[in-house]
């Protein structure tokens, strides 16, 4: 790079260095953001005043103090309203949207249903269509829209935003460059990320969730599949071929007769799926005669059976619902040692349908996890489950896109 070059692009990163420093503090004043800074008030204002004009920061007041000459000086404002971001999820059967400012405030959010499998040409659409109407409803000005994100289940290289398989969408075939198809449908400006939920997930627990002072993180999300999202140092890891964190494929019972759906038997993500719990009641169903759950666990009243009737049996100490989540617990267990040895987190945030499992559910994890662990680390990891719920991903896209913008 030529020197002029340069310096451009060391103006710009000063810049985005002093911008940062407000965004951080909210509000500070001249003489404030230079010392924080380390330089003087003039480039401060002159800074200030290019941001103003963009729409990222306002006049909030005056100081008290007077400077030489008697002039009060300005206080500063990061804008938080300056800009808007978009997040979206594809999970088997919906497409979840929202809109955020530029603090990750939600400020709508909609869902469209998604059928099975449905077309790639169609999900599509229901995108392009979410976003029209959460621009439509929320009344905001299209131009302000700094970017979308989007996440799907399913192995995704973020770089170049193609999804390689979506296991919930295999009509679509494979390495499907989704951010293109929508890049070429949606005004210039809007920039336009891709990844797997999970990464989102963790980001948003992060940035908004239990994970806040947290620099390496894991997020588990199971119950139907597996994925997970990796934060180590701050920073979302993907690994080489872009499958890092891919931990629901680790084989941990190779003695296990459920299939997964990738092909191999006693993956993590099917030891404590909840159709091996469901396959746990029906086997011991008649050992357990008295149990609440009984007359559900015919062989078609259990495909309706809903988890959440499990865990109510499980919190009123049935005698089956207590073996079968026991056995789940022990497999969650031995996957969340390995995951500890793995990434040596500060914490692991649990999503999922297991959230809905209670606390108890949680504690005996922990103390199994506790038992099985190598002796120095197993009072370190906290084992959570999430506060974000359902709106984790969502939320976590739209703030990695603003995370993106200030970058
Ligand atoms: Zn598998």
Redesign the pocket.
């Known amino acids: 790079m030529n020197p002029i070059g340069r310096q451009k692009v060391l103006k710009q990163l000063n810049r985005k260095r002093i911008l940062n420093l407000l965004r951080e503090a909210n509000e500070l004043s001249v003489a404030e953001l230079a010392e924080k800074a380390n330089l003087s008030k003039p480039t401060i204002m002159k800074v200030m005043n290019y941001y103003i004009e963009k729409g990222l920061v306002i006049i909030s007041g005056k100081g008290s103090s007077t400077e030489e000459g008697g002039k009060k000086p300005n206080i500063y404002k990061f804008n938080k309203n300056g800009g808007y971001s978009v997040g979206m999820a594809i999970t088997a059967s919906k497409l979840k949207s929202i809109i955020t400012n530029l603090q990750g405030d939600i400020l709508l959010n909609i869902e469209q249903s998604l059928k099975a499998n449905e077309e790639l040409d169609s999900v599509i659409n229901k995108i392009l269509d979410s976003f029209n109407l959460l621009i439509e409803k929320a009344n905001i000005d299209i131009k302000k829209v700094i970017g979308v994100g989007v996440g799907i289940y399913g192995l995704t290289d973020y770089d170049h935003g193609i999804v390689f398989y979506s296991p919930h969408y295999s009509s679509w075939g494979k390495n499907i460059p989704i951010r293109n198809m929508l890049k070429k449908r949606l005004p210039k400006n809007i920039d336009m990320i891709v990844d797997n939920l999970p990464r989102f997930q963790v980001f948003a627990e992060k940035t908004f969730g239990a994970a806040k002072q947290a620099k390496s993180v894991v997020s588990i999300f199971a119950g139907y599949g597996l994925g997970s999202g990796i934060l180590i140092n701050d920073d979302i890891v993907r690994g080489h071929h872009k499958i890092l964190g891919e931990v629901?494929?680790m084989?941990i019972n190779p003695y296990e007769e459920l299939k997964?759906?990738?092909?191999?038997k006693g993956?993590?993500?099917?030891m404590v799926s909840v159709d091996r719990l469901k396959k746990i009641l029906y086997s011991n169903k008649d050992s357990f005669k008295d149990s609440i759950l009984y007359n559900n666990l015919t062989e078609e009243a259990i495909k309706d059976l809903k988890p959440e009737e499990i865990f109510n049996a499980y919190k009123l100490k049935d005698k089956l619902a207590i073996f079968a989540m026991q056995d789940i617990i022990n497999w969650f267990a031995i996957g969340l040692s390995n995951i500890i040895l793995i990434y040596d987190p500060q914490m692991i945030i649990l999503h999922g349908i297991y959230t809905k499992a209670g606390d108890n559910f949680l504690k005996e994890i922990r103390n199994k996890v506790e038992a099985i662990s190598l002796a120095s680390i197993k009072k370190e990891t906290k084992i959570l489950f999430s506060e974000l719920g359902d709106k984790a991903g969502v939320l976590g896209a739209a703030g990695y896109v603003i995370n993106k913008f200030f970058a």
Do not use: D, S, Y
Not at 260 to 264: E, I
Not at 267 to 270: N, Y
């Open positions: 629901g494929h084989i997964c759906l990738c092909g191999a993956c993590f993500e099917v």
